[in-house]
């Protein structure tokens, strides 16, 4: 069985950090791209971060110098750290593992929510 698994989420101010966690089960980690999406209420999922099975990354414009995605394969977790987190960043954020055109797994999701 294939499992992702989100923690971290929660409620933060303004201005503060948070890091997620995703810990993958199932399947050969360092095999797939990893990334993090988020869906806010009323828009569409965005990719937010991806990091591939060879470490290279990318992220949306919005979170660039704020967010990080890192990955450890010993672990088979990926991780992202968001600093400076702002309210438009509250949304639901989703673990996604993908091996191109062979498999494609989504977590259950974690919600951050960012209010003062």
């Known amino acids: 069985q294939v499992q992702l698994v989100e923690s971290g989420g929660g409620l933060v101010q303004p201005g503060g950090s948070l890091r997620l966690s995703c810990a993958a089960s199932?399947?050969?980690?360092?095999?797939?791209?990893m990334g993090w999406f988020r869906q806010a209420p009323g828009k569409q999922r965005e990719l937010v971060a991806v990091?591939?099975?060879?470490?290279?990354?990318n992220y949306v414009d919005s979170v660039k110098g704020r967010f990080t995605i890192s990955r450890d394969n010993a672990k088979n977790t990926v991780y992202l750290q968001m600093n400076s987190l702002k309210p438009e960043d509250t949304a639901v954020y989703y673990c996604?593992?993908?091996?191109?055109?062979?498999?494609?797994?989504w977590g259950q999701g974690t919600q951050v929510t960012v209010s003062s």
């Open positions: 996604n593992a993908n091996l191109h055109s062979y498999q494609n797994y």
């Open positions: 199932g399947i050969t980690f360092s095999f797939y791209d």
């Open positions: 990091i591939t099975r060879r470490g290279i990354t």
